[in-house]
């Protein structure tokens, strides 16, 4: 499993000839020029605009994956309404559906927006619920919570918002981590979506602006293309180390803790 990842590390040292001559998963010569052509390969731009779309993207998905998703994971494990077993099952139901089969009427309905070439198509859905996963992760965690902390709450004169927001929010901590970590890595990684409604490349991210290393009349720049690759494992894996911790903590003993 880390062999590929060693020999991308190691191969952003190489030259470009080295990479596939050699057998060899350390380089016989360190060239560390790679970074530097890498990051300047681009004419007018540097890489580091790629890296500063694909932050801006990522952080409003979290963002929306977080409100959203808790919003409506709250609604689902506490409140009654009308219907509520029957759209919780809708809800479901979008989960088994593959992303391709609602890719076009998506994209028609963007273009109609006039949003195409811009990021409202990769973030706004995010703000209304438009990941079920996560929703669902949630109203787990929320099921898990005490009914009893709910009523203290009423009897201290909490509304449904301030529970929601003073209780159930605070204890949710792992389950908001959980969201933030897979929903940064997700988008982060993504390279369909922008694929698809990004047409200018000032605006790419990352996963694009690595496609551009790649010259589909055999003139690829390697060295530099996993140089880049290296820079762009750096924000997921520090993301992750530095919220792992909560990926493993209890939601059922947390509201219990005096």
Avoid at 30 to 50: C, V
Avoid at 114 to 139: C, K, R
Wanted: hydrophobic content about 55%; glycine content about 6%.
């Amino acid at each position: 499993m880390l062999y590929p990842v060693f020999w991308m590390v190691f191969g952003s040292v190489k030259p470009t000839a080295e990479i596939f001559s050699s057998v060899s998963l350390l380089p016989k010569t360190w060239f560390w020029d790679n970074y530097k052509l890498g990051w300047n390969a681009i004419p007018r731009l540097d890489f580091g605009i790629f890296l500063r779309n694909s932050f801006t993207i990522s952080f409003l998905v979290v963002v929306g994956n977080i409100v959203s998703a808790s919003l409506v994971a709250f609604a689902f494990a506490r409140l009654n309404f009308t219907l509520k077993s029957l759209w919780f099952a809708l809800m479901l139901m979008t989960m088994m559906l593959p992303s391709q089969v609602t890719l076009i009427p998506q994209y028609v309905l963007f273009h109609k927006l006039e949003w195409v070439n811009t990021y409202l198509p990769l973030t706004v859905p995010h703000f209304l619920g438009a990941a079920p996963f996560f929703v669902f992760l949630m109203v787990q965690f929320i099921r898990g919570i005490p009914k009893e902390l709910d009523e203290a709450a009423i009897v201290d004169g909490c509304n449904t918002f301030q529970i929601y927001w003073r209780i159930v929010m605070p204890l949710c901590v792992p389950a908001i981590i959980t969201t933030a970590i897979f929903s940064f890595i997700w988008t982060w990684d993504d390279f369909f979506s922008q694929l698809i409604y990004i047409n200018t490349v000032s605006k790419y991210t990352v996963p694009l602006g690595l496609r551009l290393f790649l010259d589909g009349s055999g003139k690829s720049e390697w060295g530099p293309m996993l140089a880049m690759s290296v820079l762009s494992l750096v924000p997921s894996f520090v993301f992750f180390l530095t919220c792992q911790k909560y990926l493993v903590q209890g939601i059922a003993t947390t509201g219990l803790k005096g």
